[in-house]
Nanobody, 125 residues
């Protein structure tokens, strides 16, 4: 079992920055990919950043590319999401997630076995 706990959500002005953290604990052996998902009001939950847990390679959708950066501590027990040039459309609940399926980092939230409870980000214009 993997436990994930997010923190760092806040209300910010458009154009501002915010860094989210995700504390990772439990049976972390076998984690292949970690991701940040966003659930905006009246929208489906979407992946906004993914990172190969061991290799460190990252991927982003076009909506956040160049603005969001996912990273992890050297001990791989904390995941971060640096969010810059925030827009009102970035508002939502941000979740940290992990999957142990190997091969590639999945974009579909249904492929992730482990989830945190989420942290709220509100961007006002």
């Amino acid at each position: 079992e993997v436990q994930l706990v997010e923190s760092g959500g806040a209300s910010v002005q458009a154009g501002g920055s915010l860094r989210l953290s995700c504390a990772i604990s439990g049976v972390i052996d076998g984690i292949y990919c970690m991701a940040w998902f966003r659930k905006a009001p009246e929208k489906k939950r979407e992946a906004v950043a993914m990172i190969n847990y061991m290799a460190g390679s990252t991927a982003y959708p076009d909506s956040v590319k160049g603005r969001f950066i996912v990273s992890q501590d050297n001990d791989k027990k904390t995941l971060y999401l640096q969010m810059n040039s925030l827009k009102a459309d970035d508002t939502g609940i941000y979740y940290c997630a992990a999957h142990k399926k190997d091969g590639y980092c999945r974009r579909n939230d249904g492929d992730y076995e482990y989830w945190g409870r989420g942290t709220q980000v509100t961007v006002s214009s």
